[in-house]
């Protein structure tokens, strides 16, 4: 029987310090053993538990892409005991990697649809992992516009900065990185909260359009009624929830909202879905 | 604590002032010897975590 | 106390029509013999689901904490004495308060009830010195005064020490009791002997917090015990975190507890922690001189100093 | 998305039938006998008093459960998830090749049988599996040790007046969940074989004497039944709608009373929220699964502090919902109770789940609905 519980164990490859103050770090782990690899196969949208023997375990969004191989990672926020222990840790230490866990993004259905994507803040790496996957030559065909809303508080506190500038440059994808302030005379592009600026950037909704949303729960609030505005349904609009977790795979009860667990049943749902729920999270 | 059943002589409290370099001598050897006198600590010592 | 519920009735009613509170805090019938639930009631119509018989032992003080309503509230001697050091925390404004005393001649222990008769109990009534037990194929007439929870047998504040109104006329105070018997016993035994005690007594634990929770000193909004950074204590049922536990929830407690024996009573499994609070209890008594929650002018042992403050301890 | 798993009926998990239905009478010197003969193949657990209370317990070499208690303190639901229980272990020492490698413990998951379990406990090991055994994961210590583990029940005569079992999908004679079913008849004990690891247990204690009253066991469980006083109505629990149930008016009263302790839940049999912890003591650790509850706060709070139960009408609504309405839908099993009482009997501020569930059960939206009109 396979154990659920066991994490494969990783090695951390490459430590990135992503934002200028130093909270967010991405980890790119490589496995141990030969074949884990392959059994960790993944969908953009997922995560798993990052396992440190000694002082516990915590759920992240992956933020590798499936379509990059050789390793996986994870961009963490330091914020409790695990992710503070993770963020003193240093290249070449050994940990655990438990999953994947939980559904993704519906890309089976989303083919040959539109996507939007809005992002806030260092919730964007499973939408990292989502671009990636959709710009990757044998998948880009699949999918209809892709427009992209990511803000961060300042410049400095944008992640993937290389590849957001990389993507910038693209023609087959609409970029609309925003901050909400910024001093800095250079930067050339918008400044405002998410919202807005989804509001004055993002393409109308319809049948074959669809919002992927993913950011703070205040940036979700106020990002809502602007998606309806621009006449998004509930179910073509997507969310990503978190709730406190510890197994990952609908067993301990704790992440529940109404009969749903965030953990098996989501992370992913469509605002239609979370409706159903009492909104516990 | 003594009460729980850990040996009297196990717990001190003194107070020393900075100035009392011979009080705090005092208090230390006194203190070593007491606990020296009773061996390693048997309780309050948690080992590998009892499951049931 | 016969006679209290038509009264209590009355007061709540009364206080609900002048809209003098905006809730009262009581008790309604159990669905058990010998329990009763604390209930609240906002509107007069409801008056009629309050009770009190000797099956009101939940300190109600514990549901008072960080509460923003005016709020009357049936007070027993010990929920008075809590109320009062809620007040000193300040957990809550005395003029918030519409203190209902209860004199009180004590709460029945239902576990050694049941303990001294056969078959499951069917049905509890009583008297003013009588408690009638009713099994499936007897019915055992038994004296209150045997069968007190331990706490009341040993009370001496059966009467509020603050009130705005009393339900009725003060009951006689008890008189010569030795509070301490049991403690002085433990404290004679060898080390060892204390030691295997307290695990014994213990044993049973699992940690489902019923007496944390019971007791209306233990509202820190993170508990010790619930703290992840550091983690003071382990999760599991190794008996060194559980005796952590029950050693630190009573320190916290120190110069605090009323012995309302509401953990005792709240206990799934039976285990007497009171052994530890009484403990602290005794010596705030014999060292400080000091009774918690006898009058909200005066302060807290262990928050005073004074220069005759015993320090035999301090070697 | 996110499609709803195939919700499996409780029935699947039944373990393998026997054939033909098989009694045999076993006389009560034959049954210690066959015990102590069993307990050479078998881990024997069944109940013994401890202090003023039963508990399930392994048994020791030659002790006999005691098949008068009436009902255990704790379910023995702890015999499959223990209250605390070491899943994982690894070494932190650095000198080793295998550090910082998290490996399984050893386990003992040889054959073990719990004697004595009362029919309302078996089935709540079934619904129990329903979360521990599930299409996609299995928690392979949960698992382990219920495969290994045979239920020889014992037919409850003497129900209490908390007991509720007959209309909670149970009742004092129920056989889903075990694989033998023993009724006490004075001078000897009748059993009922219910599956091959029931037969196989049996076997083990040479208990072979055929008995063919069969009119015996149906006139035991009419008997039974007829002492079953309390009961609860769940008929319109499945109809009702989630979220107007969760918005009813009625949880701040049913919470008021109640301390957020976890004396209901830890002593449930069917609740199996757990916890996860690592302990470490010089370089060795263990990752640990503990037993939680809804009822704490703890239980959900986020890093950031934000709790999406953070009120205790909040986590009072989420334990009742969960066995009565959201288990209810997810799995078209009835409700995540057996009515045992054990809630009822040991809540310290008598909050009761009969009376809770009645006024879900009742519940009529429209009722309330003032705001739509």
Known sequence: MQNPYLPYPVRIDDITVEAEDKSLKTFKFVFLNDGDEDKFAYKAGQFAELSIPGKGEIPIGIASSPVESGFVSFTVNRAGVVTTHLHNMKVGDIMGLRGPLGNWYPWEHLEGKNVLIVGGGFAFTTLRSSIVYMLDPANRPKFGNIDVVYGARSPGMLLYKDELVTWEKRDDINMHITVDATDDPDWKYNVGFVPPITEQKAPQGGDDTYAIVCGPPIMIKFTQPVLEKLGYAHDHIIMSLENRMKCGFGMCGRCGIGKELVCKDGPVFTLDQINKTPREY | MEYMGIERDRLHMSWVSSAEATKFIDVVTRVTEAVRALGPNQHFVKQKAKVA | ?315 | MAGKAASPSVNSFKAVKVNAMTLVTIDKKSWAAGLTTAADAYGLFGPVKEKDYHQFKALEKGEMPDLNMVNTRLSPKSLLFPQSEEMLEYSLDESREDHHIMKEVARDDSPRAIIGIRPCDAKATLLVKLNFDTPDVKDPYWLNAYEATTFIGMACDTPLSTCFCTTAGCGPYHEEGLDMLVMDQGEAYLAKILTEKGKAFADAAGWKAPSEDAAAFDAGKKAAEGRIVSSVKTDNLADTDLLELHAAPFWDDVAFACLNCGTCTFSCPTCWCFDIQDEVHGKAGVRMKNWDSCMFPIFTVHTTGHNPRDTKTQRVRQRFMHKLKYFVDKYDAGIMCVGCGRCVRQCPVNIDIRRVCELMNSFKPEDTCAVQG
């Open chain 3, 1 to 315: 106390m016969s006679g209290y519920t038509e009264k209590m009735r009355d007061i709540a009613g009364r206080l609900l029509k002048e809209c003098a509170v905006d809730m009262v805090i009581g008790f309604r019938k159990g669905t058990m013999p010998m329990m009763n639930e604390p209930c609240f009631v906002t509107k007069p119509e409801d008056v009629q689901s309050l009770v009190w018989d000797s099956n009101c032992g939940i300190n109600l003080a514990n549901y008072l904490a960080n509460r923003k309503e005016k709020i009357a509230i049936f007070a027993k001697g010990c929920d008075s004495r809590n109320i009062v050091t809620h007040i000193t925390e300040n957990k809550i404004e005395r003029d918030q308060l519409h203190i209902v005393g209860v004199p009180c001649t004590g709460m029945i222990d239902k576990r050694k009830i049941t303990g001294m008769v056969a078959g499951e109990i069917l049905e509890v009534s009583e008297t003013e010195n009588t408690i009638k037990v009713k099994t499936s194929d007897a019915e055992t007439l038994l004296d209150k005064k045997d069968v007190l929870q331990q706490n009341c047998a040993l009370c001496i504040h059966r009467n509020p020490v603050i009130h705005d109104e009393m339900v009725a006329d003060p009951v006689q105070e008890q008189t010569d009791i030795d509070r301490y018997a049991e403690i002085h016993k433990i404290e004679e035994m060898e080390t060892e002997d204390k030691w295997r005690f307290f695990d014994d007594l213990l044993s049973p634990c699992i940690r489902c917090y019923a007496c944390r929770n019971a007791c209306p000193l233990c509202y820190c909004p993170t508990c010790f015990v619930d703290e992840s950074k550091p983690q003071w204590v382990g999760k599991g049922q190794d008996p060194i975190d559980v005796r952590t536990f029950h050693l630190l929830r009573a320190y916290h407690c120190a110069g605090r507890c009323t012995d309302c024996g509401a953990c005792e009573r709240a206990c799934p499994v039976g285990i007497n922690m009171r052994l530890l609070t009484r403990k602290l209890e005794k010596d705030c008594q014999e060292q400080f001189g000091w009774e918690a929650g006898l009058s909200p002018d005066q302060r807290p042992a262990l928050d005073v100093y004074k220069a005759n403050d015993p320090e035999a301890f301090i070697k």
